[in-house]
């Protein structure tokens, strides 16, 4: 027999019986971010490399060791966009929605990067995410981060997740940081591990976001960025923690989150939860102040976060709350007979007409009664309607409850769609 040709690893394939959840998850998300006036941005999913080395950063474990980069047919140099910040950045300055204005914008889609796959962590997976430019104020600070807490409350999960905060400072105020925390690290050199030294030397603030306890007991005593931030970027801050506390969003300032991407200034944040286990970080944001710049633009403010929508949906399902997703199906219609058949087909129709958001499946490929509601069984279908020559010319139809524990009925033709309107209202 041949071999069959499997996925790629690390990349899923999003089935029928999930992708209802994804869409409704979707969903949601386009509700929630047209409540707050942002407009979608589609970028292409490939982009040159140079794009993500100038703007996440050379010595980060996406850009090192992450990045699906390869030579396309004229040897240009480029990558599989592993998140989608400097791809809005680019494109923003290369239409001039950012010079001079003030934008508020959302994306959604594929990312990749080549890390070991494991519950919640693949090689491809979608963000959501939202970036805005031009604002200079923690107001827009306070809003990125109440976005995505309504966003838990529109899932029913905001018990399960906590916000954790911290400030970066200032690119000078983190310069001299950084020259303390090495300091302090060189002394203990000994009791750090591999990739940590390698660090110490080269982005020294990444050491700070090791998940080795080992490593994480030397940092618990180092000197913390925020005892060290520039006095413009201490009132940033402490505006925004003022925000979140009159809006009544809780926080945890944890002095160790760094964030491990190189363009972030001043306020970053993790919303993570502990029903994931491992992959406890379901969303992830700050402010990046400097990338539009180095990215070729004019100077301008900007702040935003990405969630993971695997991590996303893997929470929804641990704690059972996929309830609210649509059934698949509403009314499943049975035949018998070759007219009836036919007559199934155009009074499927006319619901469809009558009713257009109701979910309608004509059983195809005949067979039994038995063999018939076997099929609305899998359906999922509360309600099936039952055709056969004496309903049609008795000018009835039958309707047979799947769901519960009722006996059937038989309707008056004209007054079916009546009866199925009510039914699901
Ligand atoms: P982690 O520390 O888990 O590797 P990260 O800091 O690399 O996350 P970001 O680059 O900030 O993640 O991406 C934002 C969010 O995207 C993460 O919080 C997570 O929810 C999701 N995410 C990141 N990488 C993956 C992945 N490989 N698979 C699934 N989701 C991911
Ligand atoms: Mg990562």
């Known amino acids: ?71 396309d047919r004229n040897g240009d140099s480029l990558t599989l966009r592993p998140e989608n910040t400097a791809s809005c950045v680019r494109a923003g300055n290369e239409h001039g929605l950012i010079y001079n204005q003030q934008q508020r914008i959302w994306y959604m889609g594929p990312m990749f990067r080549h890390e070991r796959p494991q519950k919640g962590r693949y090689r491809q997976f979608h963000q959501f995410g939202i970036e805005t430019f031009g604002i200079e104020g923690p107001d827009i600070d306070a809003e990125v981060i109440m976005l995505s807490a309504r966003l838990w ?49 080269t982005n020294p603030l990444r050491v700070l976001d090791s998940k080795n306890p080992d490593v ?92 993971g929508i695997e991590r996303l949906v893997l929470m929804l399902q641990t704690l059972d709350l996929t309830s609210a997703v649509p059934d698949t199906v509403n009314v499943y219609v049975t035949s018998l007979g070759e007219s009836a058949e036919l007559y199934a087909m155009k009074l499927s129709e006319e619901l469809r007409d009558s009713l257009p958001a109701l979910r309608v499946q004509t059983h195809c490929g005949g067979g039994n009664l038995k063999k018939q509601m076997k099929r609305a069984d899998k359906s999922g279908a509360p309600i099936v309607l039952v055709l056969g020559e004496n309903e049609i010319n008795e000018q009835v139809v039958v309707i047979k409850f799947l769901r519960e524990d009722k ?13 199925i309107e009510n039914y699901f209202n």
């Not at 998850?25 to 080395?53: C, H, M, W």
């Not at 006996?407 to 009866?419: G, Y």
């Open 216 to 307: 994480q007991a030397v940092i618990l005593d180092a000197p913390k960025l925020i005892d060290h931030l520039d006095a413009e970027s201490k009132q940033h801050f402490e505006g925004l923690c003022s925000k979140l506390d009159q809006l009544g969003v809780a926080y945890r300032i944890n002095p160790s989150l760094v964030r491990g991407l190189d363009y972030y200034n001043r306020t970053v944040f993790e919303w993570v939860t502990d029903s994931l286990g491992t992959q406890g970080t379901v969303c992830a944001g700050g402010r990046y102040d400097g990338l539009v710049e180095q990215l070729g633009g004019k100077p301008s403010p900007a702040v935003g976060f990405a969630m």
């Open 1 to 71: 027999m041949t071999k069959q040709i499997q996925a790629v690893r690390g990349m899923n394939d999003c089935l029928p019986t999930d992708s209802g959840l994804w869409q409704w998850v979707e969903n949601q998300i386009r509700q929630v971010v047209a409540g707050y006036g942002y407009q979608e941005l589609r970028t292409p999913v490939v982009e040159s490399t140079d794009l993500f080395k100038r703007s996440i950063g050379e010595v980060t474990d996406i850009v090192e060791k992450e990045m699906y980069t390869f030579a």
């Open 153 to 201: 409350k529109q899932f029913g999960i905001s018990e399960h997740v906590t916000l954790e905060l911290n400030s970066l400072g200032s690119n000078a105020a983190r310069a001299h940081y950084r020259e303390l925390l090495t300091a302090y690290l060189r002394d203990r050199k000994d009791q750090l591990d591999e990739d940590s030294i390698r660090r110490l030397e």
């Open 407 to 419: 006996p059937q009925v038989s309707i008056v033709r004209h007054e079916l769609i009546a009866f």
